[in-house]
């Protein structure tokens, strides 16, 4: 049933926007950002080795010279993106690098007109326009004082551009894979690039805590696996555009932690920042007309 497939989507939204509450828990612990990143890719690495080892172990064959296809996926972005997404919630707040993370949609569109050939369409500039403005006014721009800095801001656009080069690498890697062998080796090379780099000495020894290693399980399992795992189930009954709709709600359920756990303000800016945003992902995912795939079928 389709409302079965919503739902599974919709909870999968919900798990991702969950992601911030168990890193803030793992910064308290002691953890960096680029420790957290790293846990979390290890924990879900080796849940996701065991899944499809399970399912058809046939789903672990590659071809190593497509290796790159990985490092883009793993290293340039899941990496990439995480860290600078942490990196924008210790500097500004949970909402405001949640809506900056998703910008991501925008260079997707900009990254796939360069890489790809796709047209640049009135919707496409509209949703430009939009998340432009959308940034503007979440990082303060219109106000007497900014709501976060320079640095934070960076970082937070830094995110979405890291989150983008995953649509752009996956879908030349699902030319080749299915989307169980792509993810896992996202994770198999994300844990390469990220492990040495993350002080393990150090990351080993703050695991010593079970809450730790609880909280580490956690934002692998609750905000990795399950909701890839919800969402591809969704995809079998609902076409991507309108999945990737409901996944809209990952942000909203983001800042709602930020606000009703955290404490975080929410100001009349955030709130007309976060619709701008939001409705920059709804432009660039609305059903074609019958003129544009007209249009589209004569060019």
Known sequence: ????????????????????????????????????????????????????????????????????????????????????????????????????????????????????????????????????????FITGIFESELTLTTEAFGFGVASGIGYALYSIFGKLALRRYSTLTITAYTFYFAVLGALPLAEPKQMLALLANWQAIGAALAIAVICTIAPYLLYTRGLQEVDAGQASILATLEPLVAAAVGIFIFGEELTTAKILGMALILSSIFILNRPQSGTDKKKQLQT
């Open 1 to 136: 049933m389709k409302q079965n497939a919503y739902l599974s989507i919709i909870s999968g939204a919900c798990l991702w926007g969950l992601i911030a509450l168990f890193f803030k828990y793992l910064s308290a612990c002691g953890f960096s950002p680029l420790q957290v990143v790293t846990l979390r890719v290890l924990f879900a690495a080796l849940l996701m080795t065991a899944i499809i080892a399970k399912i058809d172990p046939a789903l672990f064959k590659i071809r190593w010279r497509d290796s790159w296809l990985f490092i883009g996926t793993g290293l340039l972005s899941l990496v990439f993106f995480n860290y600078c997404y942490f990196r924008a919630i210790e500097g500004s707040s949970i909402s405001i690098a949640v809506l900056l993370l998703y910008t991501a949609p925008v260079f997707v569109m900009l990254l796939s007109i360069l890489l790809f050939g796709e047209k640049f369409t009135q919707p496409k500039f509209f949703a430009l326009l939009a998340t432009f403005c959308g940034c503007a």
